[in-house]
């Protein structure tokens, strides 16, 4: 509890009044003769005990009075700290500022982030002296308190927004680490912010919550800087179905247009940074324009599709045409890669049981190859034609329900893969005798050495990918659970033993068993599946994969196969705040790379074998990133905002509460308010008018009484 | 109220200074204000002769019976058939009491006292007095000459009400001291302990008397005119009681009332005359309430 006039709290020293006056001289009633005590004495002791209780119910009317009065005067109000403090005690505060990039919304010509330096330029002129001030950004880094007031208003004045902010309620935990440790009485955090919804996540706010209720002589002021009602269009995220594809195919990049507060014609149009032809300099050359009509708050999707891109890595961005109030969320970057036509080779024995065109149509379907749109070109041979075959020129090969190998094909498998190829297994019914399968050639290829067939006569065995964080499922994560695998019941399938070293499942079966199997070789990888891909649906099939509405199978296979090649694993594009991984062209020894980032700024990095691995520290700019190095041709990479650091929808003040809990936190929009609350949370709550209203229900109740017991 | 009742207003009757007019005037009044005499017939008549005695008063001998037959006779008059009354006032320290501070109790009973012995020695009643405070502490033998009037009412004038009561004590002595039925009419407000002065009526009726009681109280004893916060004190012990007298005035009126009540329930019971009266009450109740009771005896 505070007072305003401290000094006037020694009025209540008058409460001695009222009891001196009861006391001694405690006023006496009139005196009258009167002979006839007798009948009064009789009938008196009852009233006489009332007569008491009155007169010290009086006197507590009085001293209360008095008390109450003198107490209203001093200015009372209560802190919730529990603490006796003075207003202009030294405080221990930390200011700190929402720096993401959706703090540049423009509005009345200023951003939000320069709002907020404004508002807390003024607040730190009103912290009282020697108190301690700190100031933090939602960016990563060390925080200590500022060595004294001028320092801290050049560190607010040097703030700047940043693609790669934590969530402000991490901030708000070191903030509130800091003034902890600090011996001030009184603590303050001022929390600059738009109050956008994308800077608090729940599981953020699910650590700070218990971290605000557990403070005590903390006060967390919400400084409100954004715009209750924002317009913006914006892009969402940008998708690329591959980043590497062949020259055949076509480049889809897709995102949305989403309208916040405003509606109307919004343009959109893809570039690529490439050779003018005209003039040969590289610039932003536009190949495509899509005209959005969005109402406030809707979405739309929009798809760019390009074709005829020649070999090589390629750069671009979709963006609004135009200017807004966020530019943040206008432009998204993307890189992609394009590649000749993958050479597969398909080896398949003869057999009444195996249908290879499944797989060929699923790779490289009839309408694609007439139409030159195939990615990969397909050759089917027999089985006993492998030998004489030279598998350099293939990028992977798919051993299609094979029947037992010699050693020396095996030896020549081994040797292939480890050059940095890829071979697909697809195990069947002619793997039998099986021997073959188990020779140690074989043992170096193989995930797991082959065991038994197992039946599994009532379909209920499926497909059932349970973490699909492998680029095989990539496809599959984007449905989400949605894929029908019980739909494609496995009936037979081979049962392996233990697995290799540096073996390991992508694919399980329902009961457990391994579907999928992946195990690396020297610079390739092999994959095994332990049910064929060709199986004929008509002669008792080992699974029904193919059949009926088999998108699963196709993307399957598809995706096997570009793994085996190099197209799946390879990340261009990245979002702020990823490592970014880019694989180098193996070399013996170190070699350097030089990457320039999109504000020109240049910085080296090496990779080393035998990973040859590019990896970067997450970088903090979007942009198209390229990287150079000697010998070779330029490369690169993208980096995109996550589209929730720039949602401008709000939380309301409801939310706030039930998020951060009313009382631990209160919400100003100006400076008024930010003054108010700070006296009520430094100062507490004034309780004059409770004060003096008691005190006239006091004065009443006393004039009641009295009038009562003094009349005359 | 008629012309007469108004004049006979204690208030009215205290302007007179000298209580022999004073009494005049309350009985005349009273007379005036009546349309007929119920006590009509009353004088002074010869009813029989009967022997001397010894102890008889010598004036009353027939000097001309004892010439015609040598024996002393005496007169017997209607006179004889009266009955001796005693003024008996109560001279406490409670009886100079006036909340007004206009008649006070002792005033009240004076006035009606000299009213009654003026009336009584009219008719040729033998009047004596008693006063009395803790015991009788003046007396005046009873007489029915005219000359009676004149000690009786100096007397009266004389008394001042001071000292502590015991009205009780006062009345057991007075019975010892009356040796023929008379007619005790006494003047109190009888404050004190009810059983021992109801016992001392009772004794006083036991031995023959006719007791007629004037219970003489304030007009503020009877309606508790008091408000908010009073300190009552005792004229005669000095004690202080303490009250919210808004509140308790029901209180006292009930056990004023109470008292009044039971004392007329039991001097009825005893044949008791029992007048309650207080100073704001006109003089002529009290007479009335004496002319029935001689009435009653003739």
Same mark, same amino acid.
């Given at each position: 509890?505070?007072?305003?006039?401290?000094?006037l709290?020694?009025?209540?020293?008058?409460?001695?009044?009222?009891?001196?006056l009861?006391?001694?001289?405690?006023?006496?009633?009139r005196?009258?003769?009167?002979?006839?005590?007798?009948?009064?004495?009789q009938?008196?002791l009852?009233?006489?005990?009332r007569?008491?209780?009155?007169?010290?119910?009086?006197?507590?009317?009085?001293?209360?009075?008095?008390?109450?009065?003198?107490?209203?005067?001093?200015?009372?109000?209560?802190?919730?700290?529990?603490?006796?403090?003075?207003?202009?005690?030294?405080?221990?505060a930390?200011?700190?500022?929402?720096?993401?990039?959706?703090?540049?919304?423009?509005?009345?010509?200023?951003?939000r982030?320069?709002?907020?330096?404004?508002?807390?330029?003024?607040?730190l002129?009103?912290?009282p002296?020697?108190?301690?001030i700190?100031?933090?950004?939602?960016r990563?880094?060390?925080?200590?308190?500022?060595?004294?007031?001028?320092?801290?208003?050049e560190?607010i004045?040097?703030?700047?927004s940043?693609?790669?902010?934590q969530?402000?309620?991490?901030?708000?935990?070191?903030?509130?680490?800091?003034?902890q440790?600090?011996?001030?009485?009184?603590?303050?955090?001022?929390?600059?912010?738009?109050?956008?919804?994308?800077?608090?996540?729940?599981?953020?706010?699910?650590?700070?919550?218990?971290?605000?209720?557990?403070a005590?002589?903390?006060?967390?002021?919400?400084v409100d800087?954004?715009?209750?009602?924002?317009?913006?269009?914006?892009?969402?995220?940008?998708?690329?179905?591959?980043?590497?594809?062949?020259?055949?195919?076509?480049?889809?990049?897709?995102?949305?247009?989403e309208?916040?507060?405003v509606?109307?014609?919004?343009?959109?149009?893809?570039?690529?940074?490439?050779?003018d032809?005209?003039?040969?300099?590289?610039?932003?050359?536009?190949?495509?324009?899509?005209?959005?009509?969005?109402?406030?708050?809707?979405?739309?999707?929009?798809?760019?599709r390009?074709?005829?891109?020649?070999a090589?890595v390629?750069?671009?961005?979709?963006?609004?045409?135009?200017?807004?109030?966020?530019?943040?969320?206008?432009?998204?970057?993307?890189t992609?890669?394009?590649?000749?036509?993958w050479?597969?080779?398909?080896?398949?024995?003869?057999?009444?049981h195996?249908v290879?065109?499944?797989v060929?149509?699923?790779?490289?379907?009839?309408?694609?190859?007439?139409?030159?749109?195939? +990615?990969?070109?397909?050759?089917?041979?027999?089985?006993?034609?492998?030998?004489?075959?030279?598998?350099?020129?293939?990028?992977?090969?798919?051993l299609?329900?094979?029947?037992p190998?010699?050693?020396?094909?095996?030896?020549k498998?081994?040797?292939?893969?480890a050059?940095?190829?890829?071979?697909?297994?697809?195990?069947?019914?002619?793997?039998?005798p099986?021997?073959?399968?188990l020779?140690?050639?074989a043992?170096?290829?193989?995930?797991?050495?082959?065991?038994?067939?197992?039946?599994?006569?009532?379909?209920?065995?499926?497909?059932?990918?349970?973490?699909?964080q492998h680029?095989?499922?990539?496809?599959?994560?984007?449905?989400?659970?949605?894929?029908?695998?019980?739909a494609?019941?496995?009936?037979c399938?081979?049962?392996?033993?233990?697995?290799?070293?540096?073996?390991?499942v992508?694919i399980?079966?329902?009961?457990?068993?391994?579907?999928l199997?992946? +195990?690396?070789?020297?610079?390739?990888?092999?994959l095994?599946?332990t049910?064929?891909?060709?199986?004929?649906?008509?002669?008792?099939?080992w699974?029904?994969?193919?059949?009926?509405?088999a998108?699963?199978?196709?993307?399957?296979?598809?995706e096997?196969?570009?793994?085996?090649?190099?197209?799946?694993?390879?990340?261009?594009?990245?979002?702020?705040?990823q490592?970014?991984?880019?694989?180098?062209e193996?070399?013996?020894g170190?070699?350097?790379?030089?990457?320039?980032?999109?504000?020109g700024?240049?910085?080296?990095?090496?990779?080393?074998a035998?990973?040859?691995q590019l990896?970067l520290?997450?970088?903090?700019?979007?942009?198209?990133?390229?990287?150079?190095?000697?010998?070779?041709?330029?490369?690169?990479?993208?980096?995109?905002?996550?589209?929730?650091?720039?949602?401008?929808? +709000?939380?309301?003040?409801?939310e706030?509460?039930?998020?951060?809990?009313?009382?631990?936190?209160?919400?100003?929009?100006?400076?008024?308010?930010?003054?108010?609350?700070?006296?009520?949370?430094?100062?507490?709550?004034e309780?004059?008018?409770?004060?003096i209203?008691?005190?006239?229900?006091?004065?009443?109740?006393?004039?009641?009484?009295?009038?009562?017991?003094?009349?005359? | 109220m008629?012309?007469?009742?108004?004049y006979?207003k204690p208030?009215?009757?205290r302007?007179?200074?000298?209580?022999?007019?004073?009494a005049?005037?309350?009985?005349?009044?009273?007379?005036?204000?009546?349309?007929?005499?119920?006590?009509?017939?009353?004088?002074?008549?010869?009813?029989?002769?009967?022997?001397?005695?010894?102890?008889?008063?010598?004036?009353?001998i027939?000097?001309?019976?004892y010439?015609?037959?040598?024996?002393y006779?005496?007169k017997?008059?209607?006179?004889?058939?009266?009955i001796?009354?005693?003024?008996?006032?109560?001279?406490?320290?409670?009886?100079?009491?006036?909340?007004?501070?206009?008649?006070?109790?002792?005033?009240?009973?004076?006035?009606?006292?000299?009213?009654?012995?003026?009336?009584?020695?009219?008719?040729?009643?033998?009047?004596?007095?008693?006063?009395?405070?803790?015991?009788?502490?003046?007396?005046?033998?009873?007489?029915?000459k +005219?000359?009676?009037?004149?000690?009786?009412?100096s007397?009266l004038?004389?008394?001042?009400?001071?000292g502590?009561?015991?009205?009780?004590?006062?009345?057991?002595?007075?019975a010892?001291?009356?040796?023929?039925?008379?007619?005790?009419?006494?003047?109190?407000?009888?404050?004190?302990?009810?059983?021992?002065?109801?016992?001392?009526?009772?004794?006083l009726?036991?031995?023959?008397?006719?007791?007629?009681?004037?219970?003489?109280?304030?007009?503020?004893?009877?309606?508790?005119?008091?408000?908010g916060?009073?300190?009552?004190?005792?004229?005669?012990?000095?004690?202080?009681?303490?009250?919210?007298a808004?509140?308790?005035?029901?209180?006292?009126?009930?056990e004023?009332?109470?008292?009044?009540?039971?004392?007329?329930?039991?001097c009825a019971?005893?044949?008791?005359?029992?007048v309650?009266?207080d100073?704001?009450?006109?003089?002529?109740?009290?007479?009335?309430?004496?002319?029935?009771?001689?009435?009653?005896?003739?």
């Amino acid at each position: 509890m505070t007072f305003l006039n401290v000094s006037l709290v020694a009025g209540t020293v008058f409460i001695a009044l009222p009891i001196i006056l009861h006391l001694l001289l405690r006023r006496r009633p009139r005196r009258v003769e009167f002979p006839a005590i007798q009948f009064v004495r009789q009938r008196q002791l009852p009233q006489k005990r009332r007569l008491r209780i009155r007169h010290w119910l009086l006197l507590a009317l009085r001293v209360g009075l008095i008390g109450l009065l003198s107490l209203a005067l001093a200015r009372p109000s209560v802190i919730f700290s529990g603490d006796w403090v003075l207003q202009e005690e030294p405080v221990a505060a930390a200011l700190v500022f929402d720096t993401s990039v959706r703090m540049e919304y423009r509005h009345e010509n200023q951003t939000r982030l320069e709002a907020a330096k404004q508002l807390a330029t003024w607040l730190l002129a009103e912290l009282p002296q020697q108190s301690e001030i700190a100031v933090l950004s939602s960016r990563a880094g060390p925080v200590a308190f500022e060595v004294d007031r001028a320092s801290a208003r050049e560190r607010i004045r040097r703030l700047e927004s940043s693609a790669d902010s934590q969530p402000l309620p991490t901030a708000i935990s070191r903030a509130l680490e800091l003034v902890q440790q600090s011996q001030q009485r009184l603590r303050e955090i001022y929390i600059f912010t738009d109050l956008a919804r994308s800077a608090w996540p729940s599981q953020s706010l699910a650590q700070l919550r218990p971290q605000l209720e557990k403070a005590f002589g903390l006060s967390v002021y919400l400084v409100d800087v954004g715009v209750p009602e924002p317009k913006d269009f914006g892009l969402g995220g940008l998708e690329l179905p591959r980043q590497i594809l062949s020259s055949r195919g076509t480049l889809i990049v897709q995102t949305q247009v989403e309208a916040t507060g405003v509606g109307g014609a919004c343009p959109v149009q893809l570039e690529l940074w490439e050779e003018d032809p005209k003039t040969g300099q590289r610039s932003w050359q536009k190949r495509e324009e899509k005209l959005c009509q969005l109402q406030p708050g809707q979405k739309e999707q929009v798809v760019f599709r390009l074709r005829g891109l020649s070999a090589g890595v390629h750069q671009g961005q979709v963006r609004i045409v135009g200017g807004d109030a966020l530019p943040a969320n206008d432009v998204r970057y993307f890189t992609f890669e394009v590649k000749p036509p993958w050479q597969l080779l398909l080896v398949a024995p003869d057999s009444v049981h195996l249908v290879p065109a499944f797989v060929t149509e699923a790779l490289a379907p009839r309408e694609f190859r007439l139409t030159g749109q195939a +990615r990969y070109d397909c050759r089917l041979i027999r089985q006993e034609e492998l030998s004489a075959v030279d598998l350099s020129q293939y990028a992977a090969l798919f051993l299609l329900d094979p029947q037992p190998l010699e050693d020396a094909l095996w030896q020549k498998l081994v040797s292939y893969v480890a050059d940095g190829h890829g071979l697909a297994i697809c195990l069947g019914r002619n793997a039998q005798p099986m021997d073959s399968f188990l020779t140690p050639a074989a043992q170096t290829l193989l995930p797991a050495p082959l065991q038994m067939q197992v039946r599994r006569p009532d379909y209920d065995t499926y497909l059932a990918p349970a973490d699909r964080q492998h680029p095989i499922l990539g496809e599959f994560r984007r449905l989400s659970g949605s894929v029908p695998w019980d739909a494609f019941p496995v009936l037979c399938y081979w049962q392996l033993g233990e697995l290799a070293k540096g073996a390991s499942v992508i694919i399980p079966y329902t009961d457990g068993g391994p579907a999928l199997l992946e +195990r690396v070789v020297g610079k390739g990888r092999v994959l095994m599946i332990t049910t064929p891909l060709t199986d004929h649906t008509n002669q008792e099939p080992w699974n029904l994969l193919p059949t009926g509405d088999a998108w699963p199978y196709l993307i399957l296979v598809n995706e096997m196969a570009a793994y085996l090649v190099g197209a799946a694993e390879q990340q261009l594009n990245y979002t702020v705040g990823q490592t970014v991984v880019m694989k180098a062209e193996a070399t013996a020894g170190r070699r350097s790379f030089v990457i320039t980032a999109p504000d020109g700024m240049t910085f080296t990095a090496q990779a080393e074998a035998p990973a040859n691995q590019l990896v970067l520290t997450p970088p903090a700019v979007p942009g198209n990133y390229r990287v150079h190095s000697g010998g070779s041709p330029d490369t690169g990479f993208s980096v995109n905002l996550p589209p929730e650091h720039t949602r401008l929808d +709000r939380l309301t003040p409801e939310e706030i509460d039930q998020l951060l809990g009313a009382k631990n936190v209160r919400l100003a929009r100006s400076q008024q308010e930010i003054n108010r609350h700070v006296s009520l949370g430094r100062v507490g709550q004034e309780l004059f008018p409770f004060l003096i209203g008691l005190v006239a229900c006091l004065w009443g109740v006393e004039l009641l009484v009295a009038n009562r017991f003094y009349k005359d | 109220m008629s012309l007469v009742a108004k004049y006979l207003k204690p208030e009215v009757v205290r302007q007179i200074r000298r209580l022999d007019l004073r009494a005049k005037f309350i009985v005349r009044g009273f007379f005036q204000g009546l349309h007929r005499s119920p006590f009509h017939g009353f004088s002074v008549e010869f009813s029989e002769h009967r022997k001397y005695t010894p102890g008889d008063d010598p004036k009353d001998i027939d000097w001309i019976v004892y010439a015609k037959t040598d024996k002393y006779y005496v007169k017997k008059f209607e006179a004889e058939t009266n009955i001796t009354g005693y003024l008996t006032l109560d001279l406490s320290r409670s009886m100079a009491y006036t909340y007004r501070q206009e008649v006070s109790k002792w005033e009240y009973a004076i006035s009606l006292a000299a009213a009654l012995c003026y009336l009584m020695i009219q008719q040729q009643d033998p009047v004596g007095l008693f006063a009395f405070d803790e015991k009788v502490r003046s007396s005046l033998r009873p007489k029915s000459k +005219r000359t009676q009037l004149g000690d009786v009412l100096s007397l009266l004038a004389r008394l001042q009400p001071t000292g502590r009561t015991d009205v009780a004590a006062s009345l057991t002595q007075i019975a010892g001291m009356l040796r023929h039925a008379s007619l005790v009419m006494v003047f109190s407000d009888l404050l004190g302990p009810l059983e021992p002065i109801l016992e001392a009526f009772y004794r006083l009726r036991h031995r023959g008397h006719d007791v007629i009681v004037f219970h003489i109280l304030d007009e503020a004893e009877v309606r508790f005119p008091f408000d908010g916060l009073v300190e009552l004190e005792d004229p005669e012990t000095g004690q202080l009681v303490e009250v919210d007298a808004s509140d308790f005035r029901p209180t006292y009126l009930e056990e004023i009332q109470q008292f009044r009540e039971s004392l007329g329930r039991e001097c009825a019971r005893a044949k008791i005359d029992y007048v309650p009266l207080d100073t704001s009450m006109p003089f002529d109740r009290a007479l009335s309430e004496y002319l029935i009771n001689r009435s009653q005896r003739s």
